[in-house]
């Protein structure tokens, strides 16, 4: 099924979400239905549970849809992540489900490691590095209830009005 995406000013948008077990009722089937939402929007490359109107900490993302360089592990479901480790330093132009009209410059870390738990609550630790440590970090933003707006060195220079949404 579908998703709706929730939108800013949304409040849960901006609410830190809370530890999920993977026994939890009715998540198994809402992580299949984020990844179904994730895969119908072109060019979306991550979804946060809180984007789809839960206060869980969980994450779908899939950064192999486009094209960019950096570690690609194809489709990554992840429960409670944290990040545990970053380095470098990069500034790359976001996007968001959320904030449907607008882009921004944003300041993010070029390698990462991330440790959470699989669908069926095993520890789970993932090394990212390019365009996917940045998927990460944006996902996991929206379970401390940030923005991409958030993180934007001005907000006067550096957000964009969308041209067109894909």
Not at 29 to 53: K, W
Not at 79 to 86: D, G, K, M
Request: a positive charge; hydrophobic letters at 40%.
């Amino acid at each position: 099924m579908i998703l709706d995406v929730l939108k800013i000013p949304h409040p849960l948008l901006k609410a830190r979400a809370h530890l999920v077990e993977f026994d939890t009722p009715g998540l198994q089937s809402f992580v299949d239905d984020m990844v179904e939402t994730m895969y119908h929007h072109p060019r979306c490359v991550g979804l946060a549970a809180t984007q789809a109107g839960k206060p869980w900490r969980v994450i779908v993302m899939d950064a192999s849809r486009i094209d960019k360089p950096g570690s690609q592990h194809g489709r990554v479901i992840l429960l409670n992540p944290f990040l545990v480790r970053r380095s470098g330093q990069t500034l790359l132009r976001e996007g968001c489900l959320s904030v449907p009209d607008y882009t921004g410059n944003v300041v993010r870390a070029t390698s990462l490691e991330i440790r959470g738990k699989d669908r069926g609550g095993r520890l789970v630790e993932v090394k990212a590095h390019g365009f996917e440590a940045v998927v990460f970090q944006h996902e996991l933003d929206h379970l401390d209830g940030k923005l991409f707006l958030d993180r934007v060195p001005s907000l006067e220079t550096d957000v964009f009005r969308r041209k067109k949404y894909f």
